[in-house]
């Protein structure tokens, strides 16, 4: 299958990398950051969070170190039914 990762940044481009050289197909990134969202990064492109529900049912793996943004992202994604360890998993 092919996974999404959250975090378009060093953490995400990182995981992307590693990930690629274990053959993992990689559809895009997601972000929130404007300068990054709409452009493409590694070849990926670069999609607002708020385009999660078009995404279907891609496994995500959130790949942004920032303090706090965990519990964030945590929030987000259960709103929107997504469980941590089924859908999505923390890898930074």
């Known amino acids: 299958g092919t996974v999404v990762i959250w975090g378009a ?4 481009r990182l995981m992307h990398d590693l990930l690629r050289e274990e053959g993992v197909g990689i559809d895009g ?3 929130v950051h404007p300068r990054r969202v709409g452009g493409y990064k590694r070849g990926r492109p670069v999609w607002a ?3 999660l529900g078009e995404l ?4 995500i793996l959130v790949a942004v170190g ?3 943004a965990r519990t964030q992202i945590r929030a987000f994604l ?15």
């Open 9 to 12: 940044g060093p953490s995400g």
């Open 29 to 31: 990134f997601l972000d």
């Open 49 to 51: 969070v708020e385009h």
């Open 56 to 59: 279907g049912d891609r496994f």
């Open 66 to 68: 920032a303090a706090g």
């Open 78 to 92: 259960a709103d929107r039914g997504r469980t941590e360890g089924q859908d999505y998993l923390f890898v930074a």
